[in-house]
T-cell receptor, first 111, second 115 residues
Framework: GENVEQHPSTLSVQEGDSAVIKCTYSDSASNYFPWYKQELGKRPQLIIDIRSNVGEKKDQRIAVTLNKTAKHFSLHITETQPEDSAVYFCAAAEYGNKLVFGAGTILRVKS | NAGVTQTPKFQVLKTGQSMTLQCAQDMNHNSMYWYRQDPGMGLRLIYYSASEGTTDKGEVPNGYNVSRLNKREFSLRLESAAPSQTSVYFC??????????????FGSGTRLTVV
């Protein structure tokens, strides 16, 4: 089955700096890669996703890139703000739309 | 539009007790899922239901059973709770169809403690 590895496990940045979180996946058949943000005590919420026929997708300060050959994808957050502090999860969709999640990255934005 | 609703939000069980976690979605999604979340381990799939009338095991199904009652509702049952089942449980739904994946909408979670 699919295996997703996520790095780093924790990331501290200064407000206004950029943050990058990287994930690798094992199954070359996976074709959908969402990212979720989870604030403390809340549910995970979808913030951006990318399909395997696209190399990059942007939504305001957030972007995701996908390298199918290397089987890795990354989340980029620019001009970080304190409200970006949360746990971020990457995921890859196995056959049947079962999402396999990475272990998560705790992002702390220091003001 | 309520999205995905889970009950209860909190529960404390004694070892060996049973309980059912309820989940309902009002988005007319075909697929529903149960995940557990443990510190440092992300979200792990317990069971899923690709469509009404079907259920399948996920990564960590031992000690659990599920029922897809209808298109809206998907329940998770612990027959004999163990301390290892202490976790936060999330239900999710998706409009996934054959060959095309979609993101999940999650419920607010159930924090379960087994003592």
């Amino acid at each position: 089955g699919e295996n997703v590895e996520q790095h780093p496990s924790t990331l501290s940045v200064q407000e206004g700096d950029s943050a990058v979180i990287k994930c690798t996946y094992s199954d070359s058949a996976s074709n959908y890669f969402p990212w979720y943000k989870q604030e403390l005590g809340k549910r995970p919420q979808l913030i951006i996703d990318i399909r395997s026929n696209v190399g990059e997708k942007k939504d305001q300060r957030i972007a995701v890139t996908l390298n199918k050959t290397a089987k890795h994808f990354s989340l980029h957050i620019t001009e970080t703000q304190p409200e970006d502090s949360a746990v971020y999860f990457c995921a890859a969709a196995e056959y049947g739309n079962k999402l396999v999640f990475g272990a998560g990255t705790i992002l702390r934005v220091k003001s | 539009n309520a999205g995905v609703t889970q009950t209860p939000k909190f529960q404390v069980l004694k070892t060996g007790q049973s309980m059912t976690l309820q989940c309902a979605q009002d988005m007319n999604h075909n697929s529903m899922y149960w995940y557990r979340q443990d510190p440092g381990m992300g979200l792990r799939l317990i069971y899923y239901s690709a469509s009404e009338g079907t259920t399948d095991k996920g990564e960590v199904p031992n000690g659990y059973n599920v029922s897809r009652l209808n298109k809206r509702e998907f329940s998770l049952r612990l027959e004999s709770a163990a301390p290892s089942q202490t976790s936060v449980y999330f239900c999710a739904s998706s409009e996934a169809n054959r060959g095309r994946a979609y993101g999940y909408t999650f419920g607010s979670g159930t924090r379960l403690t087994v003592v």
